[in-house]
C-alpha cells in the first residue's frame, strides 16, 4: 500500500491550498480516506475523511473552510483548504485503514503565515 500526498506550500492567511493523494496497493473505491494534520509539537489530529460513497465528516475547526473529494477513477484524495488560518500550519497526511492495518502518506507540509 502506498499512499503519496502532495500540494503543500507557503500561503499568506486567507488564502487556498489543495492538497492531493494517490493511492495504490488497496481497492481505493471501497476505502474511507482520511486527512490528518499534525502541528509543531502537537499530537496528529484529524481533519476529515471521505467514505466509499462519499459522505464526509470534518473536524470542528476546519469546517466550512475545508473540503474532501475522492476520484475513484484516479485513485485519488484531495483536501480543498480555504480561509486557511496560521493555526492551520502543519504536516498534513493522508490515511487509510485497509486489512485491520493503518496506512499513512508521508506528509505534505503547510505552513500559513503573513
Known amino acids: 500500500v502506498q499512499l503519496q500526498a502532495s500540494g503543500g506550500g507557503s500561503v499568506q492567511p486567507g488564502g487556498s491550498l489543495r492538497l492531493s493523494c494517490s493511492a495504490s496497493?488497496?481497492?481505493?473505491?471501497?476505502?474511507?480516506m482520511g486527512w490528518y494534520r499534525q502541528a509543531p509539537g502537537q499530537q496528529r489530529e484529524l481533519v476529515g475523511n471521505i467514505t466509499s460513497g462519499g459522505a464526509t465528516n470534518y473536524s470542528d475547526s476546519v469546517k466550512g473552510r475545508f473540503s474532501i473529494s475522492r476520484d475513484n477513477v484516479w485513485r485519488k484524495v484531495y483536501l480543498e483548504m480555504n480561509s486557511l488560518k496560521p493555526e492551520d500550519t502543519g504536516v498534513y497526511y493522508c490515511?487509510?485503514?485497509?486489512?485491520?492495518?493503518?496506512?499513512w502518506g508521508q506528509g505534505t507540509e503547510v505552513t500559513v503565515s503573513s
Open positions: 490515511h487509510t485503514y485497509f486489512r485491520l492495518r493503518n496506512y
Open positions: 496497493g488497496i481497492n481505493f473505491k471501497v476505502n474511507t
